[in-house]
């Protein structure tokens, strides 16, 4: 038998965020959570730990553009040019270190899959996948183009969701004249190779 899902820990994490970040981020981080939770079942990946990275994934989403980049120099977690000019990508890199410090998360993999959540990068772990994927598909998710492919996908290969996810990304941030971070280009290319085989 496993842990239960909604176990203290996660009661408590839940209602710190509540009062961290809006109440569209909340129902969007609780969509995530269950959504991870499926995936997690299908896959034979932990159920808690995944519906805990999906409750805590935007958990820095509160914070201001200083405070995100402060946060991140305390750690002495690196700030890429892009995330230099667009300060609000840093909300994963402080997410992770919020959760390990404000919600007293001491599992690495939670804080990785909270890490990795917006750009994805190669060679993911099974939960960093799950995480980046329930992210984009969670129920309140809507006007993405392939969004209902995209969601029956996750639930077959998440590898070929992950390079959908990535094409999908690329794709919009090019119509939309915005800067493509490497590691979202790097991930599309890895996840598309192994999906094309
Ligand atoms: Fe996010
Ligand atoms: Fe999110």
């Not at 996660?10 to 129902?27: G, H, P, T, V, W």
């Not at 190669?122 to 598909?137: H, K, N, S, V, W």
């Amino acid at each position: 038998m496993g842990t239960i899902v909604i176990d203290e820990k996660y009661e408590a994490c839940r209602k710190i965020l509540k009062e961290e970040i809006s109440q569209k981020r909340y129902l969007h981080s609780i969509g995530v959570s269950n959504t991870a939770a499926c995936l997690a079942m299908r896959y034979d990946a932990d159920v808690s730990k995944a519906a805990l990275a999906g409750l805590l994934h935007d958990c820095a989403k509160g914070l201001n553009k200083e405070e995100l980049v402060v946060i991140t120099q305390e750690n002495d977690l690196e700030i890429s040019p892009i995330e230099r000019s667009n300060p609000e990508l840093l909300h994963s890199k402080a997410g992770a270190i919020l959760a390990k410090q404000k919600y007293k998360i001491d599992d690495d993999g939670i804080c990785s899959a909270i890490y990795w959540h917006t750009t994805g990068k190669p060679d993911m772990t099974l939960l960093e996948m799950i995480i980046f994927a329930a992210d984009y598909i969670e129920p309140n998710r809507c006007n993405i183009p392939n969004l209902d492919r995209i969601r029956k996908t996750a639930f077959v290969d998440l590898k070929k969701t992950t390079a959908m996810i990535c094409a999908n990304s690329i794709e919009y941030l090019k119509r939309s004249s915005k800067e493509i971070d490497r590691i979202t280009i790097d991930t599309y290319d890895y996840y598309n190779k192994l999906s094309v085989k």
